[in-house]
């Protein structure tokens, strides 16, 4: 069974601060990683993909990927009361398979 | 303009009638899915279509039965609906079944009475 790990939180952060979201994997072989955000009653948008390791960049939001530890994380910079929502990490399995498996997210609370 | 519709939005029901969801996508996408959110907000896969064939059935009653007339539409039809079917369904599509990610509808909340 392959698993994804968030803690569910809430992670509560001040405005302008930066929001650091965690996510573990469990399958060595997944090879695309992807962070979602979802507001109450609303469907999960896209927010970064990262496919190496390393980080990846894209204005407030920086992706990290170390598939030696499985892991991802998600660092939102300069956060913002609108920011506040789940976040679900989400991994696809390799071996031609690509079977998606989401965390169970973890909610993000921004208070001015 | 909506890339990924579902229909309907809301639908209650009684216990052990049957229903359908539809879902339609104009992105050109060859992939589609099925996802359930239970109340905990948990999404798990249940289906996945690539160009109107099966690829993915993760462990699902088979009174669950997914429809896909063609690449851009994948149905979900529900018999005898349990209490426990009440939940948010998702369908989202992807350029193919490869590593890319998805682009949900809007959801159908599902209430069983």
């Known amino acids: 069974q392959k698993e994804v790990e968030q803690n569910s939180g809430p992670l509560s952060v001040p405005e302008g601060a930066i929001a650091s979201l965690n996510c573990t994997y469990s399958d060595r072989g997944s090879q695309s990683f992807f962070w979602y955000r979802q507001y109450s009653g609303k469907s999960p948008e896209l927010i970064m993909s990262i496919y190496s390791n390393g980080d990846k960049e894209d204005g407030r939001f920086t992706a990290q990927l170390n598939k030696a530890s499985q892991y991802v994380s998600l660092l939102i910079r300069d956060s913002q009361p609108s920011d506040s929502a789940t976040y679900l990490c989400a991994v696809n399995e390799g071996g031609g398979s690509y079977i998606p498996t989401f965390g169970r997210g973890t909610s993000l609370i921004v208070h001015p | 303009d909506t890339a990924v519709s579902q229909t309907p939005k809301y639908l209650v029901t009684q216990m052990g009638n049957d229903k359908s969801i539809k879902c339609e996508q104009n992105l050109g996408h060859d992939t589609m899915y099925w996802y359930k959110q239970d109340s905990k907000k948990f999404l798990k896969i249940m289906f996945s279509y690539n160009n109107k064939e099966l690829i993915i059935n993760e462990t699902v009653p088979n009174r669950f039965s997914p429809k896909s007339p063609d690449k851009a539409h994948l149905n979900l039809h529900i018999n005898s609906l349990e209490l426990g079917d009440s939940a948010v369904y998702f369908c989202?599509?992807?350029?193919?079944?490869?590593?890319?990610?998805?682009?949900f509808g809007d959801g159908t909340r599902l209430s069983i009475l």
């Open positions: 989202a599509s992807s350029p193919d079944s490869s590593n890319q990610p998805q682009h």
